[in-house]
């Protein structure tokens, strides 16, 4: 079983972030497992903890990832869901923990190591054109 559960949100090739206030690294939103706690519930609370406003349509899961960050040597253990719509103001819940929410295009800005891993396999870049 997975540790945490992740949100992958997208729309108009910008994809939903939120920035931590420890760090100012963005990554996809979401947290830990509580016990006896499915991802699936963990990923609602959370997101409701984090983004109250924030109206998810149906979620399902991408993947489990259980992976040795190559970095860090911290290990991942997520699970990967992706929202068909999220609709709803990004207002802040958890302003100990998160200072920002925002519609960002998924490059250009300082990731976590997992959502930098979500990105490169959900969005990877574009083979350049000669």
């Known amino acids: ?3 945490s559960s992740k949100l992958v949100a997208a729309k108009r090739g910008k994809v ?3 920035r931590r206030r420890v760090d100012g690294l963005w990554m996809f939103p979401g947290g830990r497992k509580r016990a006896r706690e499915t991802e699936k519930d963990c990923l609602r609370r959370e997101i409701k903890e984090e983004l109250p406003k924030l ?3 149906r979620i399902s899961l991408w993947k489990e990832v259980k992976a040795k960050n190559k970095r860090s040597g911290r290990k991942m253990s997520d699970a990967i869901f992706i929202a ?3 609709k709803g103001r990004l207002a802040i819940g958890d302003k100990k923990e998160i200072d920002r929410a925002a519609w960002q295009k998924p490059r250009g800005i300082r990731l976590t190591a997992t959502s930098r891993y979500i990105r490169d396999r959900l969005f990877p870049r574009k083979p350049r054109r000669r």
């Open 1 to 3: 079983m997975a540790k």
């Open 16 to 18: 939903l972030l939120v």
């Open 55 to 57: 109206k998810l349509g």
């Open 84 to 86: 068909k719509s999220a």
